[in-house]
């Protein structure tokens, strides 16, 4: 066994060589790590009846707190599936307790709408304190409409195959593949999830 540490994300322990060492830039421009925390206070939210002025000053303070951790974060394997990031050198980060690159406390104005869209998805409403982008596209895997300056990528019908029957993915694509693109657009939600899914499969954790 070896030394335990606990998850930055689900504060779940774990052994360290089975985790990965992430910048706070890594977490805060992840909308799947947003949509986890903001869960965690829905009952709150429904508890104290919060109305608009209340969730965007929530919003605020969360996004606040997370952009000032100027320490790197351990990550589960599970919650590796909410980040985009070198699976490789955040293993060896780990492994080493050593800090990656670019560590440190970031500007919330740089990821707010990452945290906005994920704020929306969970509570249905876009926060006040955000200017709400135009809805470029949609996912043709969970329908997440996909904002302007949003990233997103491409899976390839053979890979989405490849996925189906491995159990990388959970379901086929909601629509047939895109006209003279031969496959799929995805948002990074399901991309960074396939991704982590489809290395711990080989091998990785």
């Known amino acids: 066994m070896g030394e ?16 990965y060492c992430l910048t706070t ?5 992840s909308e799947a790590y947003w949509r986890s925390q903001f869960r965690l206070v829905t ?25 000032g951790s100027a320490t790197p974060w351990l990550i589960c394997g599970g919650c590796s599936e909410y980040f985009a990031f070198d699976r490789a050198a955040a293993r060896e980060h780990a492994l080493r307790g050593s800090v990656p690159e670019r560590s440190g406390a970031v500007d919330p104005g740089g990821f707010a709408q990452f945290a906005a869209a994920a704020w929306e998805y969970v509570f249905g409403r876009w926060p ?28 390839e ?12 993915l959970d ?8 006209e003279g693109q031969g496959g799929w657009l995805s948002c990074m939600v399901c991309m960074n999830r396939i ?9 990785g954790r």
């Open 4 to 19: 335990q540490v606990v998850c930055d994300t689900c504060n779940t322990g774990i052994d360290r060589s089975h985790s």
């Open 25 to 29: 830039t890594n977490v805060v421009l």
């Open 43 to 67: 009952n709150l939210a429904k508890a104290l009846d919060w109305d608009e002025r209340n969730q965007a000053a929530a919003f605020d303070r969360l996004i606040s707190d997370v952009a």
């Open 128 to 155: 006040a304190t955000v200017q709400h982008p135009t809805v470029k596209d949609t996912c043709d895997f969970c329908a997440k409409k996909i904002y302007g300056g949003e990233f997103a990528g491409r899976i």
């Open 157 to 168: 019908a053979q890979a989405a195959e490849r996925h189906l029957a491995s159990g990388v």
């Open 171 to 178: 379901s086929p694509p909601l629509c047939p593949p895109r």
């Open 195 to 203: 991704v982590a899914r489809a290395d711990r499969m080989g091998g």
